[in-house]
């Protein structure tokens, strides 16, 4: 027997996420092996209900090639890999998404769903196409210095 697993997620706008299920027997607790599934993931707006109706996803990931999401095989592991590119700018905050595992015989098993919500930074980054790029501190608005910090922190 498997269970589906609700987890609602939260993630950082402008920042890597790395998200790692397993996938295990609900009744001896075992790992199930993967090898040969594939699996897909939808994230789609309107969590009000209005989700269900829509057919366009906000954001998908795949086991396909560079698709975001990779299988552990034996190790029962499904990670899904969001970039701070997926998570930059969106008009949304908040949606709904589902994760689906696709067995050899191409069944479609409800692996995993819930919220997904995309918690806004007060940051940006000034050139988002070069992350690792070093950023000069700007005088903070309060002029209490670099960075900004005054003696409560």
């Not at 701070?84 to 994760?99: C, H, I, M, P, S």
């Not at 950023?135 to 002029?143: A, C, D, K, V």
Request: aromatic letters at 10%; proline letters at 4%; hydrophobic letters at 30%.
């Amino acid at each position: 027997m498997k269970t589906l697993q609700v987890l609602n997620l939260e993630l950082d706008e402008e920042s890597d996420e790395s998200i790692r299920f397993f996938y295990t027997n609900s009744s001896t607790g075992l790992l199930i092996d993967l090898t040969g599934y594939r699996a897909e993931m939808t994230v789609r707006t309107g969590y009000d209900g209005s989700s269900w109706n829509n057919t366009t996803p906000a954001l998908q990931y795949t086991t396909e090639t560079g698709g975001g999401i990779v299988l552990g095989g034996v190790n029962g592991t499904v990670d899904v890999y969001i970039s701070y590119e997926d998570t930059k700018g969106k008009e949304w905050t908040t949606a709904v998404y589902n994760l689906y595992l696709i067995t050899p015989s191409s069944n479609r098993i409800s692996f995993a769903r819930g919220f997904f919500t995309i918690n806004r930074s007060g940051v940006k980054l000034i050139d988002s196409a070069l992350p690792n790029k070093a950023i000069t501190p700007q005088p903070s608005p309060n002029n209490l210095g670099e960075g900004g910090l005054d003696s409560n922190g």
